[in-house]
């Protein structure tokens, strides 16, 4: 952490006050505090102890504190901001709050799904906006977590995105048009904005701004059947649900054809998403009529939300 109390009672900040060595205590907790600085580790404070602090529930890694302290002079450049905002109502602190209505919260570790909705309530339940921003541990790769799935967020110009920190790279990364495909592989764009590079608010307001239509390719797989298939034999718990579905509807999947497959891209599966409210309900239907209209079987053009709309809208219009 980088804010404190001194002996005095006074605020103090790590990232901005020459410090020394003195009785420090804790914000949120009164706990005390030691102050930790030197060549190599930036100048921050860490708990004595954590067990009597709520707010706190492990000391901070140099990776947190590195990417919270880049946030935190690029943001204050532009905008009013707090540095590790103290929030009684819901024994929360917010690393950085932007223009007093805007939480950014890096996340370094995992947590359990159940904290994570409960912070994120906790936030919106006092109208704060949260952003989670997420370390390396956290980072998308092949697969969505159950975890990362509470992180999406969701915009009709992007469709679903996440926000990134890398404090190695110094950049945040934008990972959008967020699609999975039949294996539950996941494909996605990218952009990345170097540190200290632009306002860091317009930034992160990009996936709700004007702007070109963003498009995604991805190839079709030719075994998918062969795939589909084989995951029935070895009963797997997912696509024996597909299987009960479609024999409620009088079909069998292991019927199916390669065409009966596409889109074989489709989106994020309908779930309680944790930081996504919208309902999306229109977008799934708009999404699946657009391909069955348009079919092809060896590659897949993917638009975000908003071009659907537009491309039915117009029809109907017609």
């Known amino acids: 952490m980088f804010v404190a109390r001194d002996a005095k009672g006074h605020l ?5 006050d020459e410090l020394n060595r003195q009785t420090y205590t804790c914000l949120a907790c009164g706990g005390g505090l030691r102050l930790r600085k030197g060549k190599v580790v930036r100048s921050h404070f860490a708990h004595k102890s954590l067990k009597d602090c709520s707010y706190y529930f492990e000391n901070e890694s140099p990776e947190h504190l590195g990417n919270k302290e880049a946030l935190y002079h690029w943001a204050k450049k532009d905008s009013t901001v707090a540095l590790e905002f103290p929030i009684a109502e819901i024994q929360q602190i917010a690393d950085i709050l932007v223009n007093e209505k805007l939480a950014l919260e890096v996340q370094c570790s995992p947590l359990p799904q ?3 909705r409960a912070r994120s309530q906790g936030y919106r339940s006092l109208g704060y906006q949260v952003l989670w921003l997420l370390g390396t541990k956290l980072w998308l790769k092949d697969r969505l977590t159950n975890l990362q799935r509470d992180f999406l967020y969701f915009s009709q110009n992007l469709g ?4 990134e920190i890398d ?7 934008l990972k959008y048009l967020l699609h999975q495909d039949l294996r539950a592989r996941l494909h996605y764009q990218v952009k990345e904005f170097p540190f200290g590079k632009g306002k860091l608010l317009d930034i992160l307001r990009s996936p709700y701004q004007k702007q070109g239509i963003a498009t995604l390719t991805v190839k079709q797989d030719p075994s998918i059947c062969y795939y589909i298939r084989q995951q029935l034999y070895y009963q797997n718990p997912y696509w024996m649900n597909k299987q009960a579905q479609a024999y409620q509807q009088g079909q069998n ?3 199916y054809e390669l065409k009966d497959w596409y889109p074989q891209i489709r989106p994020i599966e309908k779930a309680d998403f944790c ?9 799934y ?4 009529a657009f391909y069955h209209k348009h079919p092809q079987n060896n590659k897949q053009n993917l638009y975000p939300p908003a071009f659907y709309h537009q491309y039915f809208s117009k029809n109907m219009v017609k």
Not at 12 to 16: C, D, H, M, R, S
Not at 285 to 288: D, I, R
Request: hydrophobic share 50%; aromatic share 14%.
């Open 160 to 163: 679903f995105y996440v926000w």
């Open 167 to 173: 404090q190695k790279k110094q950049v945040l990364r």
């Open 114 to 116: 159940k904290m994570l």
């Open 253 to 255: 999947i292991l019927n």
């Open 285 to 288: 239907k708009e999404f699946l």
């Open 275 to 283: 930081q996504i409210d919208q309902n999306l309900s229109a977008y």
């Open 12 to 16: 103090v900040n790590a990232l901005e």
